[in-house]
């Protein structure tokens, strides 16, 4: 494809003034331009301090899309999943998270690790590294995830998390990764802000097109 064409114009000399401008376009730079930027600041929306993280993560969560349910235990939160699997026909229910394994231990919900498989309807559960409020943001890993499929081949991403891996904004994200791997992170690292949109057919906004069609967070108390 085609970006530019210089027409009907056949004197090398014309090619040559014109490029000469675009060299000296693109070489001139005004050193003073962004002397007042503080590359310091935190640059995202800030919340309320009397909010809390946790009242403005599921806020903003819920403004970028993603469905929010909070369940007081782990023994409730099986119980609800025994009957959401039937209900939104999400069987098979995929994940290779390890820390899904030990929470569906003898829960009687089966878990298929083949995300390979071709299906009408992929539905992966995986657990996270955070959640940021400032973002409304998921954060997962392919470390967390168990692999890159859990969230790259996911039509519906169901998400395991507790309050406390709530973090303020992106910046404590960035540092509790950096800690917790000991400064070697993970081959991917990804922040999902709610399904996937996109705007490319025929200017219409189509939801899931490119990824991930629905995101749901099931937010559960520590033990």
């Known amino acids: 494809m ?15 003034q014109i490029l000469a401008k675009v060299r000296e376009a693109v070489m001139t730079r005004d050193e003073n331009k962004f002397s007042d930027v503080n590359m310091q600041a935190d640059t995202w929306t800030p919340f309320k301090e009397e909010d809390g993280a946790d009242f403005t993560f599921v806020e903003r969560f819920k403004d970028n899309g993603g469905i929010f349910i909070y369940f007081e235990s782990k023994d409730d939160f099986i119980e609800a999943m025994r009957q959401y699997v039937v209900d939104n026909q999400w069987a098979p229910l995929c994940s290779t998270s390890p820390k899904i394994a030990e929470v569906f231990k003898d829960s009687g919900i089966e878990l298929c690790h083949d995300y390979a498989t071709k299906r009408k309807k992929t539905v992966s559960i995986t657990d996270c590294e955070c959640l940021i409020a400032q973002t409304g943001s998921v954060m997962v890993t392919d470390a967390c995830a168990g692999s890159r499929a859990a969230f790259s081949n996911a039509d519906v991403l169901l998400v395991y998390a507790s309050p406390t891996q709530i973090v303020a904004g992106m910046k404590d994200a960035m540092k509790l990764i950096k800690e917790r791997y000991n400064n070697k992170k993970p081959s991917e690292t990804v922040i999902i802000s709610g399904p996937s949109k996109s705007i490319e057919i025929d200017n219409q906004l189509v939801i899931g097109a490119q990824g991930i069609r629905q995101i749901a967070l099931f937010l559960v108390e520590d033990e």
């Open 2 to 16: 085609k970006l530019f064409s210089f027409g009907s114009i056949g004197e090398s000399t014309n090619k040559e």
